[in-house]
């Protein structure tokens, strides 16, 4: 199996994060703002805001934010971005969730196996119950 080049992943993670955007219904104007709301609140990051056309350069791969900006863009978004967790062991993809996810795989972690099983059997209902 191939790896994936580090550009590779980049482009994935704001593809994701373009994808959540326009799943919440925002526009480009309104996240920059809400980015840029995120950043003012960060101490140790330079850049205290974005623009508009700066979310859609990140967004269409014709500029490279930095890992705080990525930070403020996920937190903007209520997701996590955690470079150290990553969806498979082949390609060490870093992946995006909500906290709620983070929080449940915390929990998960801590239970015995015959109970995570039942919690993935819990959660298998309740999206079938939705269907």
Known sequence: MSRMSGGAK???IRSALRLARESKGMSVRELA?????????????????????????????TSQPKQ????????????VYDPVIYSSADERVP?????????LART????????????????????????
């Open 68 to 79: 705080d900006e990525i930070a403020a863009w996920c937190r903007a978004l209520n997701l």
């Open 95 to 103: 992946v995006l969730l909500r906290p709620v996810t983070m929080r």
């Open 33 to 61: 703002t809400a980015v840029s709301d995120e950043l003012a609140k960060d101490p140790t990051t330079r850049r205290k805001s974005v623009s508009a056309s700066t979310i859609s350069a990140w967004e269409n791969d």
């Open 10 to 12: 980049a482009r994935m």
């Open 108 to 131: 998960a972690d801590l239970l015995p196996q015959d109970e995570v099983d039942v919690l993935a059997d819990m959660a298998e209902r309740l999206l079938a119950a939705r269907s």
